[in-house]
């Protein structure tokens, strides 16, 4: 099986300012000695991009952004920002599809799928957010959601994606599916990845994500499937981001 290296990412949401960015110093002096083995990832927010790049420089903490636009060319569309900017100034990764813009900006799995398409083109690598909600999972659909919404997010045709399953229901709170649970789903994912992309789909990265912290991260990544982990509010400081990553089976 093609060996893919774990990616550990932190969504920084709506939070932070100027003076947060000193964290992305900080994380790097506790986790350079395991940088040849895992891949230390921040996502700010999109003002803070380029900023946060200024920052990282010198180490080899990675910048990307939290979304793009779905355009793909340059055009009228007032308050976005596209793809190619985002690689202009250097960021390397965007999340797309995350809950939280599909609940309160209604992007469906189309427009997460031109987003992610619009990445690929301008050379950065989408990592696209899938994951069932509470009522879903009682329902007995997780896994009819979730190969739906990768069928339908993932573009064709290039396998430089990152996938992040994300149960909905686990983002924010303090509850997480069980190992066996994540590991299912993770399984399911790369089996519909299969179904598309052939043996290719064993490069791609599969991230589990909500409610990821110190504490349970080592036990999250010791999931069978699990190749990193895309972490909120505990990606925020550097301490506990490092813990994380230094919780890693591949950081030891
Ligand atoms: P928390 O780690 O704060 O639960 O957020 C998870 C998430 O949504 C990452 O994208």
């Known amino acids: 099986m093609a060996a893919r290296k774990p990616l550990i990412a932190g969504n920084w949401k709506m939070f932070g300012r100027q003076e947060s960015l000193s964290e992305i110093k900080a994380l790097w002096t506790l986790v350079e000695s395991v940088s040849a083995n895992v891949d230390a990832l921040i996502c700010p927010p999109s003002v803070y991009v380029s900023q946060a790049l200024w920052g990282a420089r010198g180490t080899g903490v990675v910048i990307g952004a939290q979304d793009c636009s779905a355009a793909a060319e340059d055009s009228a569309r007032t308050g976005e920002v596209s793809a ?83 149960p909905v229901w686990a983002i924010g709170g303090n509850s997480t599916p069980t190992i066996p649970e994540i590991a299912e789903v993770h399984a399911l994912v790369r089996d519909t990845l299969k179904e598309r992309f052939g043996d290719e789909a064993n490069g791609i990265r599969i991230l589990y994500g909500g409610s990821v912290g110190p504490k349970n991260a080592a036990e999250i990544f010791g999931a069978e499937g699990v190749d990193g982990a895309l972490v909120g509010r505990a990606s925020l400081k550097a301490a506990d981001f490092a813990a994380i990553i230094l919780g890693h089976p591949a950081a030891k």
């Open 84 to 166: 190619a900017m985002l690689a202009d100034v250097g960021a390397k990764y965007v999340i797309v599809g995350h809950s939280e813009r599909r609940a309160f900006h209604a992007e469906t799995d189309e427009v997460v799928h031109r987003k992610a398409a619009a990445a690929l083109a301008a050379g950065l690598t989408p990592i696209i957010c899938v994951g069932e909600t509470q009522a879903e999972r009682t329902a007995g659909r997780v896994a009819e959601v979730v190969s739906a919404q990768v069928r339908a997010s993932v573009p064709e045709g290039n396998s430089a994606v990152v996938v992040a399953y994300e």
